[in-house]
């Protein structure tokens, strides 16, 4: 299958929907998928084992426990025309990565690295870079304006039972969290 075209047939801040032409065995036809520009995620592992994540009142879901994180872009316009660009993408969001975990948490990441990369698949394209923070410094939360952000810090036992309570309402973080928990 070979791609011929790409059209946006809608776009609002944050999401789009975009027509592909493709062409296979010979015939042409149009695939119909969203897209939203990529988010991260911290894993944030203190130097006691603990692991520090965030309790949010957010506007669409009420109370939330996450794993910090946010856009690595503001809207889809500036992700259309970062794409344009040579840079690569991992080196934007893991400043992104950087900048979130001082706004959200109050700490500034000194060892960063990509755990995971998580592709929402199907019919929508909304990757999620998962990073692993396991040295910072504190530096005090410094949040938006509109946020409503408090940092618990929890064992790794507390945090694989919030991970699979319904307390955690971001599914792919909890994948992530789980595979990250079997892993070391």
């Known amino acids: 299958m070979q791609n011929k075209n790409e059209e946006i047939i809608f776009q609002g801040k944050m999401i789009e929907i975009v ?3 493709v062409s296979s065995n010979g015939k042409e036809f149009v695939l119909e998928h969203g897209r939203r520009a ?3 995620r911290l894993i944030i ?3 006691d084992g603990e692991f520090l994540i965030t309790k949010e009142e957010r506007f669409d879901k009420g109370l939330d426990y996450r794993l910090p994180g946010g856009k690595v872009f503001d809207s889809l ?11 690569k993408i991992l080196i934007k969001a893991k400043e992104t990565a950087i900048k979130e975990g ?11 690295e990509l ?8 019919s929508f394209d909304w990757d999620l ?6 040295k910072y410094e504190e530096v005090g939360q410094h949040l938006e304006e509109h946020e409503k952000i408090e940092v618990v810090k929890i064992s790794r036992e507390k945090l694989k039972k919030l991970a699979l309570s319904n307390k955690m309402k971001e599914d792919r973080s909890v994948a992530v969290i789980l595979k990250y928990l079997n892993k070391n």
Request: proline content about 4%; hydrophobic content about 30%.
């Open 19 to 21: 027509h592909e032409t």
């Open 38 to 40: 990529p988010g991260v």
């Open 45 to 47: 592992e203190t130097s």
């Open 77 to 87: 316009i500036e992700y259309n025309d970062f794409k344009k660009n040579e840079v």
């Open 102 to 112: 001082i706004e959200e948490v109050g700490i500034k990441p000194l060892e960063i």
């Open 115 to 122: 755990f995971y990369l998580s592709k929402c698949g199907g």
């Open 129 to 134: 870079y998962y990073f692993i923070v396991k």
